[in-house]
């Protein structure tokens, strides 16, 4: 049988550049070889809002219209090929990474530190990479991942920043029995500190300067939470030499990351997730007297698939952080509720 290449028209939700953004009409490409996936939900993440906000995200700027998302789930709608993994209907999460699986980190098995990434919903590179916020999309079979009917597509819509968060969890080494620190709360920090837990960590502990994360995080497994302007509770863990074997920085925050070095106990490990504003201050000489391991973590690689596993099989309930959902006509309204961090954590669109 041959496949030839096809056009669908469906709507999608374009951002244009700084507070423009339309969920407006666009031709889908399926091309030789690829499958036609109907998109049931998505999640808005930091990026996203960025990009809405700002037209860019970190070094990423916007020189075209582009889809944005790259946290979503759907059903196979149609299979381009004769690949019979798949069957139309058959739910799927979809990996957003496209590494060039030709580069040396590539080929020593970093992808997610590929030279070329094309990262579906990123402005990294121009033209762009279009996302997933759209009716349909056309993926690679190698993106896909089949999940189980009985298990919400609001809760695999996670899968995503779960993986980054699981990534996070095995940068930082083995945690059986260790004591470890997430600073950040958002939906990133929570799904590290349940990640930590389904690794085998004795204590997780949890600061934000927000209540309502705070509240959170103990929602998510949190053994204590604290507040960082909260002295009395700082110099509990900060005093003989650090209280921590593992501290995971998911806040991005100068001066908390500033802090993880008295947070941690001597041969420790601390873990940078959260995008921090470049230069800083940082305590070299404590953190080299206590032969402390400064690591970055970026994105994931397998994790996506141990992250798929973990939410079918409920190792990780993330329903906790959902905490509004709008449909796609709506995406600005969700674009800037997703921005207030006083009332949102992880916002949906349900495409369904
Ligand atoms: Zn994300
Ligand atoms: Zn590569």
Redesign the pocket.
Known sequence: MSFSEKEITCNACFVHGEGDIHFEPHQVKLAEGEILVKVTCG?I????VHYYQHGRAGMSVLHHPMIIG??FVGKVCEVNSDDERFCVGQPVVVNPSRPCNECPECLTGHQNLCQSMRFMGSAQFNPHVNGGFSEYVAVKPEQCLPYSEQVSPKVMAFS??LS?AIHAVNVAGQLTGKKVLVIGAGP?GCLILAAAKCAGASIVVASDLSQRCRELASQMGASTVFDPTDDSQVSYYQNNRGYFDVVFEASGASAAIASTVDFTHPNGVIVQIGMGASPMTWPVSSMLAKEISFKGSFRFVHEFATSVQWLEQGRVDPTPLISAEFSPDQVQEALITAGNKEISSKVLINFE
Do not use: A, K
């Open positions: 999640g993440c930091g990026s996203d790259h946290e995503e920043p980054v990133i």
